[in-house]
């Protein structure tokens, strides 16, 4: 297993066009988290799921994005209409399901909507 | 008050030096402490954690954690140019339940 997966790397999009990210964790690892990270700032949380269920979803993520894990492996993170604030680089992360365990980083999507 | 605060930095240091990163937390339940490594463009990468109170060490890295403080700090001895990256502070636990929360890192220059 190379670690945790995500494509594209890179995606360019015009305001208001929808876009859709992937995400494959590291295989024995239930859990699956998206960031968000903008330039000067750390990872900030968006959602994440244990298996295919979704825990939590931050009350700061408007209804345009929408994440899903449908067989608990991997996972796709939409966003609907995009914006110009919606550029930053999107990151995915995954755990094992056991306990407070360190959480591994794929090399994430960087957005820029244009 | 932030769920995790840094010293946004830039901390600059002599190579050869010893760094000392800090961190300070809100939620007193949180339970696993996580230092992560980011160089510009790339994603955080871990190199240490630490759940128990006290030190702990691995290689020239040593993470800190005081729970009654709810401090957590990383040192980073005979540091080299290629430690100069963004050091990210991370917990699990409390009310945050099993995300991991961040900080907003602190920049280190190691200057050769």
């Known amino acids: 297993d190379t670690g945790v997966s995500q494509n594209p790397r890179h995606k360019i999009t015009k305001r208001g066009q929808n876009v859709t990210f992937r995400c494959d964790p590291i295989?024995?690892?239930?859990?699956l988290y998206w960031y968000r990270q903008t330039l000067g700032q750390g990872p900030e949380f968006l959602t994440y799921?244990?298996?295919?269920?979704?825990?939590?979803k931050s009350r700061l993520l408007s209804d345009r994005f929408s994440a899903e894990r449908p067989k608990g492996s991997f996972s796709t993170l939409e966003i609907q209409r995009t914006e110009q604030g919606d550029s930053a680089m999107y990151l995915c992360?995954?755990?094992?399901?056991?306990?407070?365990?360190?959480?591994?980083f794929g090399q994430g999507t960087r957005l820029t909507v244009v | 008050q932030k769920e995790v605060e840094q010293n946004s930095g830039p901390l600059s240091v002599p190579e050869g030096a010893i760094a000392s990163l800090n961190c300070t937390y809100s939620?007193?339940?949180?339970?696993?402490f996580f230092w992560y490594r980011q160089y510009s463009g790339k994603s955080p990468e871990l190199i240490m954690f630490i759940y128990s109170n006290g030190d702990k060490e691995d290689g020239r890295f040593t993470a800190q954690l005081n729970k009654a403080s709810q401090y957590v700090s990383l040192l980073i001895r005979d540091s080299q140019p290629s430690d100069s990256a963004t050091y990210l502070c991370?917990?699990?636990?409390?009310?945050?339940?099993?995300?991991?929360?961040f900080g907003a890192g602190t920049r280190l220059f190691v200057k050769a």
């Open positions: 939620d007193r339940g949180s339970q696993s």
């Open positions: 799921f244990q298996n295919e269920a979704q825990l939590e």
């Open positions: 991370a917990v699990i636990g409390g009310t945050g339940g099993f995300k991991t929360i």
């Open positions: 992360a995954s755990s094992l399901g056991v306990g407070h365990t360190e959480a591994f």
């Open positions: 295989s024995e690892h239930n859990r």
